[in-house]
């Protein structure tokens, strides 16, 4: 609550001047306005000044309903402009006394009363505006315009300070009446802040307890009553904001000009199903697609721009996805490099940390013994795969082979799809009553089983490769990552062969519908004798011949392909997973071999392919949102959908994948994949919007050449001219070319730096794995013992049982001896190769003068362990543990 | 180190004791007097503690028990039960915890972690799912990484040098 904030901040700068205005009570102005306020012929001032009052509060609640009142209300402000501000003040702090008034019955004590209520609360002005109003009255006594736009300006700062409906605020003059009121309810919610102030500070005024008593009185009925207004305002002026909005983002509803309406000939069957699951009919003149938005330059009140925040807001999702992106892989950068993948201890931590003390769930239980074993297989692989050593010849060759391979199934699949893309382009000039609906959607299918055969496919072949499985599951989704996006891509270049066609088309259209328009006048002056004023054909909205309007047919294509993506996943789960789980499970009673553990099994959860699907999704989502936006809405159901429903199947009909390698570590592989994903689909995009001329008839940037067009509009029509020169020096490529030259040698020079660290660290690294190695050789024959090792070693619960320390050292060689055995003599580990080095080593040991490492000799109390653990040095905790006992008593 | 070792006020301490306290007797209401002025002998036998919810999925509660009751047998005095919590609880020092951690993983009792005892901590940890040649060649690694003097077995120097290093040792 940022307003909130604001308040306080308020009030406590009422703190500081609300002193001085205790003191300061007498001063003239104050006398002044007090004189003026008694002077003023009450009872007609009361009735004429209560008006504008209740109609700004009623205007809060019917914003725009009520027009004609307000304008009463503001032609009554006009007029009590000419009075100064001072008295305006004075004035409405009147009306809500009247108001109150109202309310409570009529006596003159009363009357006392809101007189002193406005010296105190006088008082407590703002600080600032007092200040400002001081010198406005003694600077100009007679009050005229000058003060009224000051007033005005005034009230725009209040403004700004609550932060509240900052939209408004930059309104013109012709929402004057909007502002006026926002101002009134900004001034009258400062009071009500005020008089809060009041009541928590009152304790420290200087006066009498009748007078505080009074005074606590009154501000608790004022707040009680204000407070509770404007709360309950609140609802309704959000409802209003609401219908505004709406009224204001999307100009003129459906059916109103001839983009948003259905034309004629499709009326019959526009609200069919097969043609709504096209997303033709009224779906295609809905505010799902581009073609929807009117090119009207500024909207409703509050001259709400659409063609142009359609574009920056366009633009601007890739922005703002480009930044979050390299952001992200930013942190991940750093959060990779702080030495978890030192690799000294990568067994030993895995050992001894990887479980979790905390868990008290057997399923959580499961899950962590599940994910420690493999963890563990993982790095046993990752152990073998550095010992393995083979042929590297034929594996040369088996890679070589493996790759080519790919290369034909990817050109395969690209040149399957620029064919029936093609094919769907000849479909789509025929009827479509007489196409079947494999024709219709054929583009569609054929990329879905695509993006379902590959993969595995692809698994396959790599199998050949022989790879590590971490460097194999990169290679992997490379590969699915290069089909899909050569699917995309070939399905672009087709649309786009399909949007140039159009584009010939509408320039036809363009030329046909001007021509007609140019009939018509000729023919109004021909039959009316009149050149001027003539009226615009009166043609329905729905027979207005309109060109195809590509922008939305691309939008349609881009919203199909990811409905039917949606489609394939969840059949896919639904058969691949559910049904496959759910025939395995119960056919496994009645059949000859063992179908979990055998062929069919269950489906193994794929993470990186899912995850490369998500990437996918948004890489069409950036593609398609700019000429569909209601593509993310689309997509947001999709996703919410889609993980509750892929969160079941998981849970339900999979298993873990066998070789399971955890993505954290590849995060920024991924990351990498999606920042690619959203390069090469914001190229196309950005490459239409400079290009392509937009349609003339449809969409925010019709009877433009380009659509960049509304940029340079604003610039020259809402933008100060200095901004426009700005902007012009900006864009001059002798600036630009500098600028990119800089950029480059600063990310040459970063990199170089960069790299620089990089060695140093791997430096420090060697450095530190040869101090280790000296350290182990070093310990062999050092007695060290700090302090705690010995205070710890004191807490060994048994250590009664051990011998005195003499009697261990000679016992320790036959210990090991006869431990040694014990070892070796394991079955299953008792590999002959094994016993030998356990030997060895226990003799290397032995052969080290190693008695004295861990046990000093010399006296030490071998009594019973609380007196001599009450005051271990180490630490207070331990202090503590051991403690315990005695406080129980 | 970065652990911090908060300093518990007596009525703290009490409070902390009196709720263990609870927990204690709550696991055997027929065993444990409430009365505890005269220190009776009581000892829980490890069956009650091991299924605590706080132990009862953990692979090494028998060895937490033991470990940390005075017999070696898992059977607990309310001192004991008290220690237990004391150095599990999460401001105890890193150095404790390492130490106790060195002694659940000894699971002979012969102040060093040898391959048997490895070879016993990763079974617990996979619930026997590793193969035999897996099991070995870990326990190698381990012994390869973590053995500073080249005894084939790991001290508790060895262990506390490894495990202050670890990234979560936490717990």
Same mark, same amino acid.
């Given at each position: 609550?940022?307003?909130?904030?604001?308040?306080?901040?308020?009030?406590?700068?009422?703190?500081?001047?609300?002193?001085?205005?205790?003191?300061?009570?007498?001063?003239?102005?104050?006398?002044?306005?007090?004189?003026?306020?008694?002077?003023?012929?009450?009872?007609?001032?009361?009735?004429?000044?209560?008006?504008?009052?209740?109609?700004?509060?009623?205007?809060?609640?019917?914003?725009?309903?009520?027009?004609?009142?307000?304008?009463?209300?503001?032609?009554?402000?006009?007029?009590?402009?000419?009075?100064?501000?001072?008295?305006?003040?004075?004035?409405?702090?009147?009306?809500?006394?009247?108001?109150?008034?109202?309310?409570?019955?009529?006596?003159?004590?009363?009357?006392?009363?809101?007189?002193?209520?406005?010296?105190?609360?006088?008082?407590?002005?703002?600080?600032?505006?007092?200040?400002?109003?001081?010198?406005?009255?003694?600077?100009?006594?007679?009050?005229?315009?000058?003060?009224?736009?000051?007033?005005?300006?005034?009230?725009?700062?209040?403004?700004?300070?609550?932060?509240?409906?900052?939209?408004?605020?930059?309104?013109?003059?012709?929402?004057?009446?909007?502002?006026?009121?926002?101002?009134?309810?900004?001034?009258?919610?400062?009071?009500?802040?005020?008089?809060?102030?009041?009541?928590?500070?009152?304790?420290?005024?200087?006066?009498?307890?009748?007078?505080?008593?009074?005074?606590?009185?009154?501000?608790?009925?004022?707040?009680?009553?204000?407070?509770?207004?404007?709360?309950?305002?609140?609802?309704?002026?959000?409802?209003?904001?609401?219908?505004?909005?709406?009224?204001?983002?999307?100009?003129?509803?459906?059916?109103?000009?001839?983009?948003?309406?259905?034309?004629?000939?499709?009326?019959?069957?526009?609200?069919?199903?097969?043609?709504?699951?096209?997303?033709?009919?009224?779906?295609?003149?809905?505010?799902?697609?581009?073609?929807?938005?009117?090119?009207?330059?500024?909207?409703?009140?509050?001259?709400?721009?659409?063609?142009?925040?359609?574009?920056?807001?366009?633009?601007?999702?890739?922005?703002?996805?480009?930044?979050?992106?390299?952001?992200?892989?930013?942190?991940?950068?750093?959060?990779?490099?702080?030495?978890?993948?030192?690799?000294?201890?990568?067994?030993?931590?895995?050992?001894?940390?990887?479980?979790?003390?905390?868990?008290?769930?057997?399923?959580?239980?499961?899950?962590?013994?599940?994910?420690?074993?493999?963890?563990?297989?993982?790095?046993?692989?990752?152990?073998?795969?550095?010992?393995?050593?083979?042929?590297?010849?034929?594996?040369?060759?088996?890679?070589?082979?493996?790759?080519?391979?790919?290369?034909?199934?990817?050109?395969?699949?690209?040149?399957?799809?620029?064919?029936?893309?093609?094919?769907?382009?000849?479909?789509?000039?025929?009827?479509?009553?007489?196409?079947?609906?494999?024709?219709?959607?054929?583009?569609?299918?054929?990329?879905?089983?695509?993006?379902?055969?590959?993969?595995?496919?692809?698994?396959?072949?790599?199998?050949?490769?022989?790879?590590?499985?971490?460097?194999?599951?990169?290679?992997?989704?490379?590969?699915?990552?290069?089909?899909?996006?050569?699917?995309?891509?070939?399905?672009?270049?087709?649309?786009?062969?399909?949007?140039?066609?159009?584009?010939?088309?509408?320039?036809?259209?363009?030329?046909?519908?001007?021509?007609?328009?140019?009939?018509?006048?000729?023919?109004?002056?021909?039959?009316?004798?009149?050149?001027?004023?003539?009226?615009?054909?009166?043609?329905?909205?729905?027979?207005?011949?309109?060109?195809?309007?590509?922008?939305?047919?691309?939008?349609?294509?881009?919203?199909?392909?990811?409905?039917?993506?949606?489609?394939?996943?969840?059949?896919?789960?639904?058969?691949?997973?559910?049904?496959?789980?759910?025939?395995?499970?119960?056919?496994?009673?009645?059949?000859?071999?063992?179908?979990?553990?055998?062929?069919?099994?269950?489906?193994?959860?794929?993470?990186?392919?899912?995850?490369?699907?998500?990437?996918?999704?948004?890489?069409?989502?950036?593609?398609?949102?700019?000429?569909?936006?209601?593509?993310?809405?689309?997509?947001?159901?999709?996703?919410?959908?889609?993980?509750?429903?892929?969160?079941?199947?998981?849970?339900?009909?999979?298993?873990?994948?066998?070789?399971?390698?955890?993505?954290?570590?590849?995060?920024?592989?991924?990351?990498?994949?999606?920042?690619?994903?959203?390069?090469?689909?914001?190229?196309?995009?950005?490459?239409?919007?400079?290009?392509?001329?937009?349609?003339?008839?449809?969409?925010?940037?019709?009877?433009?050449?380009?659509?960049?067009?509304?940029?340079?509009?604003?610039?020259?029509?809402?933008?100060?001219?200095?901004?426009?020169?700005?902007?012009?020096?900006?864009?001059?490529?002798?600036?630009?070319?500098?600028?990119?030259?800089?950029?480059?040698?600063?990310?040459?020079?970063?990199?170089?730096?960069?790299?620089?660290?990089?060695?140093?660290?791997?430096?420090?690294?060697?450095?530190?794995?040869?101090?280790?190695?000296?350290?182990?050789?070093?310990?062999?024959?050092?007695?060290?013992?700090?302090?705690?090792?010995?205070?710890?070693?004191?807490?060994?619960?048994?250590?009664?049982?051990?011998?005195?320390?003499?009697?261990?050292?000679?016992?320790?060689?036959?210990?090991?001896?006869?431990?040694?055995?014990?070892?070796?003599?394991?079955?299953?580990?008792?590999?002959?190769?094994?016993?030998?080095?356990?030997?060895?080593?226990?003799?290397?040991?032995?052969?080290?003068?190693?008695?004295?490492?861990?046990?000093?000799?010399?006296?030490?109390?071998?009594?019973?362990?609380?007196?001599?653990?009450?005051?271990?040095?180490?630490?207070?905790?331990?202090?503590?543990?051991?403690?315990?006992?005695?406080?129980?008593? | 180190?970065?652990?911090?070792?908060?300093?518990?006020?007596?009525?703290?301490?009490?409070?902390?004791?009196?709720?263990?306290?609870?927990?204690?007797?709550?696991?055997?209401?027929?065993?444990?007097?409430?009365?505890?002025?005269?220190?009776?002998?009581?000892?829980?036998?490890?069956?009650?503690?091991?299924?605590?919810?706080?132990?009862?999925?953990?692979?090494?509660?028998?060895?937490?028990?033991?470990?940390?009751?005075? =017999?070696?047998? *898992?059977?607990?005095? +309310?001192? %004991? @039960?008290?220690? &237990?919590?004391?150095?599990?609880?999460?401001?105890?020092?890193?150095?404790?915890?390492?130490?106790?951690?060195?002694?659940?993983?000894?699971?002979?009792?012969?102040?060093?972690?040898?391959?048997?005892?490895?070879?016993?901590?990763?079974?617990?940890?996979?619930?026997?799912?590793?193969?035999?040649?897996?099991?070995?060649?870990?326990?190698?690694?381990?012994?390869?990484?973590?053995?500073? =003097?080249?005894? *084939?077995?790991?001290? +508790?120097? %060895? @262990?506390?040098? &490894?495990?202050?290093?670890?990234?979560?040792?936490?717990?």
């Amino acid at each position: 609550m940022p307003r909130r904030k604001n308040d306080v901040a308020i009030t406590m700068d009422d703190v500081g001047m609300e002193i001085d205005a205790e003191y300061d009570s007498g001063s003239d102005v104050d006398s002044k306005r007090r004189a003026k306020g008694r002077n003023k012929p009450k009872p007609a001032a009361r009735g004429k000044k209560a008006k504008p009052a209740d109609s700004v509060e009623e205007s809060e609640e019917e914003e725009e309903e009520e027009a004609p009142r307000k304008r009463k209300g503001r032609k009554k402000k006009e007029e009590s402009e000419e009075e100064s501000e001072e008295e305006q003040r004075g004035r409405r702090k009147k009306a809500a006394g009247t108001k109150k008034k109202k309310a409570a019955a009529k006596d003159d004590s009363e009357e006392e009363s809101e007189e002193e209520k406005g010296n105190k609360r006088r008082g407590g002005k703002k600080g600032a505006n007092k200040k400002e109003k001081e010198e406005e009255n003694n600077k100009e006594k007679k009050g005229n315009g000058k003060a009224a736009g000051k007033g005005g300006k005034d009230k725009q700062d209040d403004k700004k300070n609550k932060g509240k409906n900052s939209s408004s605020s930059s309104s013109d003059d012709n929402s004057e009446d909007e502002s006026m009121s926002e101002g009134e309810m900004a001034r009258l919610k400062e009071d009500v802040e005020e008089k809060k102030k009041l009541i928590a500070t009152l304790r420290n005024k200087p006066w009498r307890m009748k007078r505080r008593l009074k005074c606590l009185k009154e501000a608790q009925a004022f707040v009680e009553k204000f407070e509770g207004a404007l709360g309950k305002g609140k609802g309704r002026r959000l409802y209003a904001f609401k219908v505004m909005m709406t009224k204001v983002l999307m100009g003129m509803p459906y059916g109103s000009i001839a983009r948003k309406t259905v034309p004629r000939e499709e009326q019959d069957s526009a609200m069919d199903f097969s043609v709504l699951f096209e997303f033709g009919g009224y779906c295609k003149y809905s505010i799902m697609f581009y073609g929807y938005y009117n090119y009207q330059r500024s909207i409703g009140l509050l001259q709400f721009r659409l063609p142009l925040s359609y574009l920056l807001v366009g633009l601007g999702i890739f922005g703002y996805s480009l930044m979050v992106v390299i952001r992200t892989m930013a942190r991940n950068a750093n959060e990779g490099g702080d030495g978890a993948e030192d690799g000294a201890f990568t067994f030993c931590w895995k050992l001894f940390t990887s479980w979790d003390f905390l868990i008290g769930n057997p399923e959580t239980a499961d899950n962590k013994f599940a994910s420690t074993t493999t963890s563990f297989k993982e790095s046993i692989v990752d152990e073998q795969e550095n010992l393995k050593d083979e042929n590297i010849h034929l594996q040369r060759f088996l890679r070589v082979l493996a790759n080519l391979l790919i290369l034909c199934c990817l050109g395969g699949s690209g040149y399957l799809i620029y064919y029936v893309v093609k094919r769907s382009q000849e479909f789509a000039k025929k009827d479509r009553n007489e196409l079947s609906w494999l024709q219709k959607n054929e583009v569609e299918i054929v990329m879905s089983l695509l993006g379902l055969v590959c993969p595995p496919l692809f698994e396959v072949i790599a199998e050949l490769e022989n790879y590590h499985p971490r460097i194999a599951l990169k290679w992997q989704l490379g590969r699915i990552f290069a089909l899909f996006l050569g699917n995309l891509y070939t399905f672009l270049f087709a649309l786009f062969d399909e949007v140039n066609a159009k584009l010939e088309n509408e320039k036809e259209i363009k030329n046909e519908t001007i021509w007609a328009l140019k009939e018509y006048y000729a023919n109004y002056t021909l039959y009316h004798n009149v050149t001027e004023n003539i009226p615009p054909p009166n043609i329905s909205p729905a027979d207005v011949i309109r060109g195809p309007c590509w922008e939305t047919e691309v939008g349609i294509e881009f919203v199909k392909l990811t409905v039917s993506d949606i489609q394939v996943t969840y059949l896919t789960i639904l058969i691949g997973d559910f049904l496959r789980a759910v025939i395995v499970r119960f056919l496994n009673y009645c059949w000859c071999w063992d179908l979990e553990a055998g062929f069919p099994s269950y489906a193994e959860f794929d993470i990186s392919g899912n995850v490369l699907g998500l990437i996918f999704n948004q890489g069409m989502i950036w593609m398609g949102a700019f000429y569909a936006p209601g593509l993310v809405g689309v997509n947001v159901l999709r996703l919410l959908s889609s993980m509750y429903y892929q969160c079941w199947a998981v849970m339900a009909c999979n298993v873990p994948h066998e070789r399971v390698f955890k993505a954290s570590r590849s995060n920024n592989f991924y990351m990498g994949l999606l920042l690619l994903v959203l390069f090469l689909s914001l190229m196309p995009v950005v490459y239409t919007i400079m290009t392509l001329p937009p349609s003339f008839d449809c969409g925010p940037f019709s009877g433009k050449d380009q659509m960049y067009d509304v940029i340079m509009e604003t610039i020259e029509k809402d933008l100060p001219p200095f901004m426009a020169d700005i902007f012009s020096y900006a864009s001059n490529p002798g600036l630009i070319m500098p600028a990119v030259l800089l950029m480059v040698l600063a990310i040459y020079y970063l990199n170089a730096v960069s790299k620089a660290y990089q060695n140093a660290n791997m430096d420090l690294k060697r450095k530190m794995q040869m101090q280790r190695d000296e350290e182990k050789n070093r310990r062999n024959n050092k007695d060290s013992t700090n302090q705690v090792m010995k205070d710890l070693e004191d807490l060994l619960p048994n250590k009664s049982l051990i011998p005195p320390p003499s009697a261990e050292e000679t016992e320790k060689p036959a210990d090991q001896l006869s431990k040694s055995p014990k070892v070796t003599g394991k079955p299953g580990a008792a590999a002959t190769g094994k016993g030998v080095h356990v030997q060895k080593d226990v003799s290397l040991a032995a052969a080290n003068p190693r008695a004295p490492v861990t046990r000093p000799p010399g006296p030490r109390p071998p009594g019973p362990l609380p007196g001599n653990a009450r005051g271990p040095p180490p630490g207070q905790g331990m202090g503590r543990g051991r403690g315990g006992p005695p406080p129980r008593r | 180190m970065g652990n911090k070792q908060t300093i518990f006020t007596s009525q703290q301490l009490d409070a902390y004791q009196v709720r263990l306290f609870h927990r204690y007797r709550d696991l055997a209401p027929q065993l444990v007097p409430l009365d505890y002025t005269n220190q009776p002998e009581v000892r829980l036998p490890y069956e009650l503690i091991g299924s605590m919810p706080e132990l009862k999925d953990n692979p090494f509660r028998q060895r937490i028990a033991e470990v940390f009751s005075e =017999d070696g047998e *898992g059977n607990m005095t +309310l001192d %004991d @039960f008290l220690d &237990m919590f004391s150095v599990l609880s999460e401001m105890a020092p890193r150095d404790l915890k390492a130490y106790y951690a060195f002694k659940i993983y000894d699971f002979n009792n012969d102040d060093f972690i040898c391959k048997s005892d490895l070879e016993k901590t990763l079974n617990k940890l996979t619930r026997n799912e590793l193969t035999e040649d897996e099991v070995r060649m870990v326990c190698e690694k381990v012994i390869d990484e973590a053995d500073l =003097d080249n005894d *084939g077995r790991l001290s +508790l120097e %060895d @262990f506390q040098h &490894m495990i202050v290093r670890a990234p979560d040792f936490l717990r």
